[in-house]
């Protein structure tokens, strides 16, 4: 803070030079006995309040501090005297504390304003201002300065210790983000692959089980025609990483609405399984409507035709939801009889046109 | 009042024994009677500055009992509903704040309350700063420091918001991460290193706890510190009034007045948020049960200042290209960056490009009044109908579903606005501060209604009008005429153009300069007297204005 001016109060230096903790000479201009002219400057910019009006301002501003003082210790009464541990407690001990911690601000805060308005004088203060940049000759001082100390160093005579040390940064520069590698594995080709894929396990085929309760589902026992169940991958129930890419809507249609778009050597007696994470941003298509068989998508509102292989009818998701092959194990249950075919959930840069590629490999096999 | 006597003792020993330390003697003599001008447009700024003090003091409440862990664990606590739910640490320890902690849950409330303010009230500090000009030479740089706080806040939020691993903020994070990774090229490895792997992971909610308690907060600390000094050393603008100049600051001095009220200001903002945190419930996670990326709540809605990304998400078509095997999601990568992007650089090059256009170098401590540069108001105002549509739009589910209005057409009604509403926005704004300029002027120039009547000798009665009381006449005559940069109009009529305004880019800064400066409505305009202290030079702008304004400008 250079060029600051001393606390100049205009006409003429009313901040007098002088030493903290020696008296100050305003101790001159009393303002006692005057009373009966409040309201007038007695320095200039400054007007005291009416004498009568400011002992009003404190008797209010005082009340304010003991509803404050009062408030404070009821919030710490109610801490002793309210315990928490159900969420009845809770509310009450939130109430107490909560109410006892505003009106303690607010006594305060509307003291302090009492305060200010009516025991302190108005003010109409004028500080000068100055440009803020500093004078040319300062300014050619330290540009001066700078080149001086600059060549004392050798930095610009000396071009090996120059190019060496920037050459010496560059390295130790990268250091931290080459650290900053094992935040994470890379991405390879995890994306394109879900746990419903038998080789994922083995060979096995996994069981649909409903999300929640766990149970898996007899083909004979979904046969409502538009029922929809949440499903998720047996053994993988709580494996969130897993359930972001491998749950799954089940929707039961008839098969005079099934349309062109399902690839119906999936499905099973009438039911389609579709991936439920939405191909817009990945979140879980979780709305459902019967009569028209639209899926949607709470969070953007993407919707997709359950009897056209979920294909987008509105919204700014750009791609169907995946379907899964699906069919029935030797005890009649519902299983996942492959992976799905192309990445489920939000596109992604190395993503490609999956769905071309299936169709194109449709056509050649 | 009593006379000041001497220092009494305690005070003048303790203030000798450190000022033979320090010196500060020198600082606050300069600094203890610092002048303060007063507007309540400048209390907005205090309010973002507030609520930050306030989220720093509950937010290190809460990191007394906050576990940032993924790991599972069987929920044991008093709330019935959710016992024997497998859930995440993190979500167990912010019910055991709520529910088992005295004073938690209103930790938890006001923590989120005091975010909610601290974002708003930095946005509307910040349209205060924007209308007044108040970015304007010497204070780009706070302008610039304000555009990174803003920007930072929000992702502070974002961090906050996802921590108690609730299913609600969930969803805020699977969006966040399905834009993440649809950015080209880089996206499979953002998402793969902020999450450790694939989403959801293990990792996120601890590397976002150190985000959110640590790096975020420590930037912001020291920005706003930044702010604060700079803010301290230019000195604050004032409104334009009676003996308020470029070279003065008049108002009440920091020691005492302004520093009781600064201190009385942040306890009715800590108040208010106590309120808050007491009556209005916010963000109850027991009710909307843990994280699972298997399911969503229907009428999922994100905190208000993340509702803008929210509505462009949704009003984009599916656009998606695939090129040589590599995959654009243009219906995330658009909504998610160009709003944000058109807003934040908009906001961080504004100072620089008004200048540029406007060849205003001098520095400037009065405030404008926003009706007296009517083109960046009506960029403020079209700046904020866009933002506000696409709030709005964020929120189109409820709209459709409160107002029975079918959700496609609402947003249908939102791709369209988007690109109308912010126009029209600036034509009517344009008007409306001329309009207002012209009445500034009808009241400078023939007086206000006093409200007598009085007969003339021949019998007509008229209303007597007086000259406006001289603060409010200071008030108005605070206007000037907006510069000009030099040769602008040389460009427009038959004179040869400077050299800087001869390519493409020169003649389109001629025009721009031209419609952006001048002196639309001249205070003493129609009376011939008046001051002819150059205006005649501004008269020319009028009627010459350039492109859309054409119409606007007569
Ligand atoms: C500066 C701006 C800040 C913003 C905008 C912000 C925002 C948020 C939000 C929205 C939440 C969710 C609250 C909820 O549970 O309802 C949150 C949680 C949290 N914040 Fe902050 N916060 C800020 C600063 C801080 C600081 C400085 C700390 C600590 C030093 C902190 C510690 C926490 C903790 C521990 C939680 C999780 C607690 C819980 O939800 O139970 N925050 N924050
Ligand atoms: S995530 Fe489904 S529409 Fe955006």
């Known amino acids: ?365 | 009042m009593s006379t000041p006597t001497a220092v009494p003792k305690p005070i003048a020993g303790t203030s000798g024994w450190l000022d033979d330390r320090l010196g500060a003697g020198n600082f606050l003599k300069r600094n203890m009677r610092k002048i303060f001008p007063d507007h309540w447009s400048f209390l907005l700024g205090e309010i973002a500055l507030y609520s930050f003090i306030i989220l720093l003091l509950t937010g290190t409440f809460l990191t007394f009992w906050f576990k940032p862990s993924m790991g599972h664990v069987i929920y044991d606590g008093p709330y019935e509903p959710l016992k024997g739910v497998m859930v995440s640490e993190a979500y167990a320890s912010s019910l055991h704040i709520s529910f088992e902690v005295r004073g938690g849950l209103l930790m938890r409330q006001i923590h989120h309350w005091a975010a909610l303010l601290f974002i708003a009230g930095m946005m509307v500090h910040m349209l205060r700063v924007f209308f007044t000009g108040a970015y304007r030479k010497p204070r780009e740089l706070n302008w610039i420091i304000g555009v990174l706080l803003l920007s930072l806040a929000l992702f502070e939020g974002l961090t906050g918001y996802s921590l108690p691993d609730d299913l609600l903020s969930g969803a805020g994070l699977r969006i966040t991460q399905g834009v993440a990774i649809s950015l080209p090229l880089v996206g499979t490895y953002i998402s793969f290193f902020l999450f450790g792997g694939e989403y959801p992971g293990e990792d996120v909610i601890s590397r976002f706890y150190t985000l959110h308690i640590l790096l975020i907060p420590g930037i912001l600390v020291a920005l706003v510190t930044a702010h604060m000094i700079l803010m301290w050393v230019q000195k604050h603008t004032q409104m334009p009034g009676k003996g308020r100049t470029e070279q003065n600051v008049v108002g009440a001095p920091f020691y005492p007045a302004f520093m009781a009220k600064a201190g009385a200001y942040f306890l009715f903002t800590f108040a208010v948020l106590a309120g808050l945190g007491t009556f209005a419930q916010i963000n109850p996670i027991w009710l909307f049960g843990p994280y699972t990326p298997a399911d969503i709540s229907a009428g999922s809605q994100p905190d208000f200042y993340m509702g803008f990304l929210e509505g462009s998400l949704r009003i984009m078509p599916a656009w998606e290209i695939n090129v040589l095997g590599y995959t654009i999601p243009l219906s995330v990568i658009i909504p998610a960056l160009v709003p944000l992007g058109i807003v934040m650089t908009g906001l961080a090059l504004y100072p620089f490009l008004e200048r540029w256009i406007t060849g205003d170098n001098r520095e400037h401590h009065i405030a404008d009044r926003p009706r007296n540069n009517p083109v960046r108001t009506s960029i403020g105002m079209a700046g904020i109908t866009f933002y506000g549509v696409l709030w709005l739009l964020g929120a189109n589910d409820e709209i459709s579903a409160n107002f029975q209005i079918s959700l496609y057409a609402t947003t249908w009604f939102g791709r369209i606005a988007i690109f109308v509403l912010p126009a029209i926005a600036y034509v009517v704004t344009y008007r409306m501060c001329l309009g207002l300029q012209r009445k500034d002027a009808d009241i400078i120039g023939h007086g206000v209604e006093s409200g007598v009547i009085q007969r003339l000798p021949h019998g007509e009665f008229i209303e007597v009008h007086v000259p406006p009381a001289e603060d409010i006449e200071a008030h108005m005559r605070g206007k000037e005429a907006i510069p000009m940069i030099d040769g602008a109009e040389a460009s427009e009529t038959d004179g040869v153009p400077p050299r800087g305004l001869r390519g493409p880019v020169g003649r389109l800064r001629a025009r721009m300069s031209q419609a952006y400066g001048g002196e639309k409505i001249p205070l003493d305009a129609g009376h011939g007297n008046g001051h002819g202290d150059g205006h005649g030079e501004h008269h020319a702008a009028i009627g010459s204005g350039t492109g859309d304004d054409k119409s606007l400008t007569h």
């Not at chain 1, 209010?60 to 009062?70: D, G, Q, R, S, V």
Request: net charge neutral; proline share 8%.
């Open chain 1, 1 to 365: 803070m250079t060029d600051h001016t001393p606390g100049t109060e205009l006409p003429e230096d009313r901040a007098p030079k002088r030493v903290i903790g020696t008296p100050s000479p305003a101790s001159g201009t009393s303002l006692l006995g005057r009373e009966e002219q409040a309201g007038e400057a007695a320095v200039p910019g400054v007007h005291p309040p009416d004498e009568k009006k400011a002992r009003r301002a404190e008797r209010i501003a005082a009340l304010c501090f003991f509803i404050t003082f009062l408030s404070g210790i009821g919030f710490i009464a109610s801490y002793v005297a309210f315990q928490v541990n159900t969420v009845d407690n809770t509310a009450v001990s939130n109430l107490a504390l909560g109410g006892t911690l505003t009106l303690a601000l607010l006594g305060l805060a509307v003291g302090i304003v009492v305060w200010v308005r009516g025991v302190m004088p108005k003010y109409n203060l004028v500080q000068e201002r100055h440009p803020m940049r500093s004078d040319a000759e300062t300014r050619s001082y330290v540009g001066e300065t700078f080149l001086q100390g600059a060549q004392e160093s050798g930095i610009t005579k000396r071009p090996l210790l120059r190019r060496t040390l920037l050459a010496a940064a560059a390295p130790l520069g990268l250091a931290p983000l080459v650290l900053l590698k094992d935040l994470g594995p890379l991405p390879e080709t995890k994306l394109r692959h879900t746990v419903w894929s038998p080789e994922h396990n083995g060979g096995k085929e996994l069981r649909l089980v409903v999300e929640g309760s766990g149970q898996p589902i007899r083909a004979a026992d979904f046969n409502s025609p538009g029922g929809l169940l949440s499903v998720v991958p047996e053994g993988y129930e709580h494996d969130l990483t897993a359930l972001a890419k491998a749950t799954l809507i089940l929707i039961n249609l008839r098969p005079e609405e099934i349309k062109s778009g399902t690839n119906k050597n999936w499905m099973h007696n009438g039911i389609v399984a579709y991936s439920k994470i939405c191909t817009h941003v990945g979140c879980p298509a979780a709305l459902y409507e019967q009569t028209t068989h639209h899926i949607l998508c709470p969070c953007h509102q993407s919707t997709f035709d359950a009897t056209d292989g979920a294909k987008v009818i509105f919204g700014p998701a750009a791609r169907p939801l995946p379907q899964l092959p699906i069919g029935v194990d030797s005890e009649g249950y519902l299983v996942a009889k492959g992976d799905f075919a192309v990445p489920v959930g939000p596109s992604f840069w190395e993503r490609g046109d999956a769905e071309a590629e299936v169709r194109n490999q449709g056509r050649t096999s």
